[in-house]
């Protein structure tokens, strides 16, 4: 069965320096992969998405990500973190049946 | 558009009572999904409907039910309420051909 692993339960960093969240991700195949925030009290928002093609993907916020298929991993990346960023990010894996498998999520602290 | 709603925001059952979540969406969507998210686990399928008329179990769909009353709303049922089924609920919805889910607010229940 598919499964998504985000090792770090809480990350925190100082305002302005970079970031990185891992995703490892357990699939048969080349999977769809997805990066969601959840701000306190909200619902999901879509960051970015990797579907096929250039590994490096780019997203809202000034986010990125890169897939590894010979590491099983879409990390997460930010160069430079903003206060506003602090909220909890999930990796997610489409199944094959248009439903999304997410990891446990990772909440990011940002000191000023 | 106001994307994804969902109502109640919040409510409190007693053990055994029953309950109906509502979902709506106004993007023309096919597909809809319910999640429910609990600390430390991310977000789990419970139920999700790929176009109108059709329904399918998730990784969690026991003491659930849903309905797909039409293309714009997947109601979620718990017959007879149990504690366990405290936990955060998620309405989402796709087109299924990009993979990408749109999320609503969420509805918080507490079953005592």
């Known amino acids: 069965a598919q499964s998504v692993t985000q090792p770090d339960i809480h990350i925190t960093v100082s305002e302005g320096a970079s970031l990185e969240l891992r995703c490892n991700y357990s699939?048969?195949?080349?999977?769809?992969l997805f990066w969601y925030v959840q701000s306190p009290g909200q619902g999901l928002q879509l960051l970015l998405k990797?579907?096929?093609?250039?590994?490096l993907v780019q997203g809202i916020k000034g986010f990125e990500a890169e897939f590894k298929r010979s590491q099983s991993s879409f990390n997460l990346r930010k160069p430079s973190v903003h206060w506003s960023d602090a909220a909890e990010y999930f990796c997610a894996v489409d199944t094959g049946r248009r439903a999304l498998t997410f990891g446990s999520g990772t909440r990011l602290q940002v000191q000023p | 558009n106001a994307g994804v709603t969902q109502t109640p925001k919040f409510q409190v059952l007693k053990t055994g009572q029953s309950m109906t979540l509502q979902c709506a969406q106004d993007m023309n969507h096919n597909s809809m999904y319910w999640y429910r998210q609990d600390p430390g686990m991310g977000l789990r399928l419970i139920y999700y409907?790929?176009?109108?008329?059709?329904?399918d179990k998730g990784e969690v769909p026991n003491g659930y039910n849903v309905s797909r009353l039409n293309k714009r709303e997947f109601s979620l049922r718990l017959e007879s309420a149990a504690p366990s089924q405290t936990s955060v609920y998620f309405c989402?919805?796709?087109?299924?051909?990009?993979?990408?889910?749109?999320f609503g607010p969420g509805t918080r229940l507490t079953v005592t």
């Open positions: 989402a919805s796709g087109t299924g051909s990009s993979y990408e889910q749109y």
């Open positions: 409907s790929a176009s109108e008329g059709t329904t």
């Open positions: 990797y579907f096929s093609g250039d590994t």
């Open positions: 699939y048969g195949a080349t999977p769809y």
